[in-house]
Each structure stands twice: as C-alpha cells, then as structure tokens.
C-alpha cells in the first residue's frame, strides 16, 4: 500500500475474511492490529502486527485547508508556522 493508506489495507484484510482490530482519531483509521495463528511441529504459534499510520497530525479531522488567493494562503501559511 502507498500513500499511508490503512482504508486500502483493511479493505484488503476484510475481502480476504479477516476482521483486525482497529484504532480510529478524528474519524480517520489510525491503527490496525491483527493477529495471526498458525501451526509450526503441532504447536500453535502465535504473530501480532500492528500497523499505525506515520499522519504526523493523527488527531486532526481535516489536514487541508482551502484558500481562494495566493495573499490568504501565505497569511494561513504564516499563522500555523
């Protein structure tokens, strides 16, 4: 997957018929945990993975913001750095 897309990701789990557990900030998935079972000399083995995504601003709902002028866009620019 490209582009820190976790919907992609648990789109694929869910159509293969895993369910993972899911973590969501600001309606947006953050993380994605999911452990897997398999049989290794008749023992049960067990791997967890746990992907989060690498959005430095995870508690933002919206990281765009719109602007109509070149002057407005480096006077919001200016405001957040």
């Given at each position: 997957?490209?582009?820190?897309?976790?919907?992609?990701?648990?789109?694929?789990?869910?159509?293969?018929?895993?369910?993972?557990?899911?973590?969501?900030?600001?309606?947006?998935?953050?993380?994605?945990?999911?452990?897997?079972?398999?049989?290794?000399?008749k023992k049960k083995k067990e791997?967890?993975?746990?992907?989060?995504?690498?959005?430095?601003?995870?508690?933002?709902?919206?990281?765009?913001?719109?602007?109509?002028?070149?002057?407005?866009?480096?006077?919001?620019?200016?405001?957040?750095?």
């Amino acid at each position: 997957m490209e582009d820190n897309d976790l919907t992609g990701v648990l789109y694929c789990l869910m159509k293969s018929g895993y369910e993972p557990y899911i973590n969501w900030e600001a309606g947006k998935i953050s993380e994605i945990k999911i452990k897997l079972t398999y049989k290794m000399d008749k023992k049960k083995k067990e791997v967890k993975y746990n992907i989060k995504t690498q959005s430095l601003g995870r508690g933002r709902v919206d990281e765009d913001v719109a602007v109509s002028t070149e002057e407005k866009y480096n006077n919001v620019n200016q405001a957040f750095f």
